[in-house]
């Protein structure tokens, strides 16, 4: 079964215990903190009064009992009541943290159902602008041709009571839930559930169309523990051919460069001084304006002793991206490129077999430049080199079965966390290392450490790469010649001239 993925449908948020539906019947922190009943002029708060029992001495007349006058609903809620579930769904979406457009559609038999896009694999999925598009295609469709009579598509917009509901994609522009809906035989229309954000809480304010009873009514309305409300799933699969060659060329747009940085400046460094990345940016925007003095200081500023940081500029993509300098090479077979939409298909993960036994993936440094050789030409000659996201002192183990590990004994295989980023655990052995440092200040210090990754009878450096570690991802002092290391590491690579 296919993984649900942030705005496609909601996803597992694995630092949280609590289920969507302990929303509504349990309190915690957060919960405190959120303020879900519908904000109107509220009913003063009535005093607590001490209940007195007294002697009556005169007999009080009875009352009539007057009817209750039955509350009068609007002809709009009278048709939108029947997506109650799915505004309270998007709002316990929203309150454990997912901003995922969802939507449902009435049968011919008036039953409701929801539907939802399901990702089949990590490295692809839509924006939630394209999951609207097309859940409204799909509804219009079907509404035309008569397979159901009325949806509704709901997701986060801009909406500030100003008609606004464009979809909110920047942290500042959430400001509502949008029902966008259509009933057969009608128009199309949306109404908003406003919501405001103070300091940790937030307050929904009421669909302004509906009444104080309607509102509340939605606000009541019970989601059902264990009920499946998306029984209809249509799975997202990425872009992929086979061309001539033979080479299975994809599509993903996941993968990113953050983790790749954070290997070059320190995770911790990375993360918590924006710093770094303003210095990455102006270095792209010099490189991209291609000024004089830059050109003159490049070198200085861009290519170091054992690292350089190459620059991408199109019409619609720039990047900048860094390249571990090597001379260690080996023979590879491409089977499979993943080009990554999201940086316009100038970037790509490239796979297949090397030295004709053990499978790798890598990040291509120079895909952009030599594209079209990737594409058609199959067997290549590659430099490997690698980034270090982590390195820690590997402790030899026995297994299961009591059998020894050699102490040459070296391995890597594909991450778990980061599967799609060309990424390996490993554990490997120290062939030989020295510190190394970037920018002329020295502010960046780390090692290339030459690590053996398979350990072969024949060959000594079957599979030995040279890898860059700055010190802060070490979890240990001191590096060794001929250590047992293990850790996180990307793969990347180039054809080599």
């Known amino acids: 079964m296919g993984k649900f993925i942030a705005f496609i449908i909601f996803t597992p948020n694995y630092n949280n215990n609590m289920g969507i539906f302990d929303f509504f019947k349990k309190k915690n922190n957060r919960q405190e903190n959120v303020s879900t009943p519908v904000q109107y002029n509220e009913m003063p708060e009535e005093k607590a ?53 969802i939507s449902a559609f009435e049968k011919e038999n008036g039953e409701v159902e929801g539907f939802a896009y399901m990702v089949t694999e990590e490295g692809y999925t839509l924006s939630a602008e394209e999951v609207i598009e097309r859940m409204e295609k799909k509804f ?94 249509e799975p997202i699969k990425a872009p992929e051919i086979t061309n001539e060659a033979g080479i299975k060329v994809r599509k993903s747009n996941v993968p990113s460069l953050i983790n790749t940085w954070s290997g070059i400046f320190g995770h ?5 001084n924006p710093s770094y990345a303003d210095h990455l940016i102006a270095l792209l925007k010099e ?54 939409e999201n940086a316009s298909n100038e970037e790509a993960i490239v796979a297949g077999p090397a030295r004709d036994t053990f499978g790798v993936w890598f990040f291509a440094t120079d895909y952009a430049e030599k594209r079209d050789q990737y594409l058609v030409q199959p067997h290549l000659h590659i430099n490997l080199s690698g980034i270090a996201f982590v390195l820690d002192v590997h402790k030899d183990f026995d297994l299961p079965d009591g059998t020894k590990m050699s102490e040459e004994f070296t391995t890597y295989m594909p991450s778990k ?20 440092v970037l920018f002329e200040d020295g502010s960046v210090q780390g090692y290339i450490v030459k690590l053996k990754l398979i350990t072969h009878e024949e060959m000594d450096d079957f599979f030995t790469i040279d890898v860059f570690v700055h010190k802060d991802n070490m979890r240990f002092e001191t590096l060794t010649k001929g250590m047992k290391v293990a850790g996180l590491l990307q793969l990347q690579g180039k054809i080599a001239e």
Do not use: W
């Open 49 to 101: 009064v001490e209940k007195r029992v007294e002697e009556v001495v005169e007999t009080i007349p009875e009352v009539p009992a007057q009817p209750i006058e039955e509350v009068k609903i609007s002809e709009q809620y009278e048709k939108i009541r029947i997506y109650n579930d799915y505004i309270m769904y998007s709002i316990a979406l929203q309150l454990r943290g997912d901003l995922a457009p």
């Open 287 to 340: 490189g991209k304006a291609n000024e004089p003095d830059f050109e003159n200081n490049k070198a200085s500023k861009m290519e170091f002793a054992d690292v350089k940081f190459k620059t991408l500029f199109n019409e619609e993509f720039g990047t900048i991206y860094p390249e571990i300098k090597t001379d260690f090479s080996l023979d590879f077979e491409t089977k499979v490129i993943s080009e990554l």
């Open 140 to 233: 219009e469709s079907e509404l035309e041709e008569g397979k159901i009579k009325s949806y509704m598509i709901l997701y986060h917009s801009q909406f500030d009571n100003d008609g606004n509901h464009s979809l909110a994609t920047r942290e500042n522009e959430f400001k509502a839930i949008t029902m966008a809906y259509h009933f057969k035989g009608e128009n199309q229309d949306k109404i908003a559930l406003p919501y405001v954000f103070e300091n940790d809480n937030i307050t929904y304010k009421g669909i302004v169309e509906f009444s104080h009873e309607e509102n509340n009514d939605i606000m009541n309305t019970q989601l059902v523990e264990g009920k499946n409300y998306f029984t209809n799933m």
């Open 417 to 436: 966390d980061l599967p799609n980023y060309a990424c390996f655990d490993f554990i490997g052995k120290v062939i030989d290392f020295k510190e190394t």
């Open 268 to 272: 911790d460094n990375f993360q918590n």
